[in-house]
């Protein structure tokens, strides 16, 4: 059994900056692949970007690439989402997950909104 708690979301400006934070407990973690996934108000649930369990970015998304960086600590068993030159488009709902291609442990969710 995998939990995983997310934090970091809030209001930013677009051109602004955040950083998500999965934390993750089980003693199975460190065996998962991570991703984070977003859903918007009416829209289906959006893959973000996936990173191997020791460290290595499976995939970004091309809708955030250049703006996004997934990465994950080890040693504090989190997965962390850097998300740069935000824009009204990325506000959602951002959730983590354990598990690729795909995920078996869900987040609940942290919301990220995006002042125009």
């Known amino acids: 059994q995998v939990q995983l708690v997310e934090s970091g979301g809030g209001l930013v400006q677009a051109g602004g900056s955040l950083r998500l934070s999965c934390a993750a407990s089980?003693?199975?973690?460190?065996?998962?692949?991570m991703n984070w996934f977003r859903q918007a108000p009416g829209k289906e649930r959006e893959f973000v970007a996936a990173i191997t369990w020791t460290g290595k970015v499976i995939k970004t998304a091309d809708s955030v690439k250049g703006r996004f960086t997934i990465s994950k600590d080890g040693a504090k068993n989190t997965v962390n989402l850097q998300m740069n030159n935000l824009k009204p488009e990325d506000a959602a709902v951002y959730y983590c997950?354990?598990?690729?291609?795909?995920?078996?442990?869900w987040g609940k969710g942290t919301q990220v909104t995006v002042s125009s």
């Open positions: 089980g003693r199975t973690f460190s065996s998962y692949h």
């Open positions: 997950a354990a598990g690729y291609p795909i995920p078996r442990y």
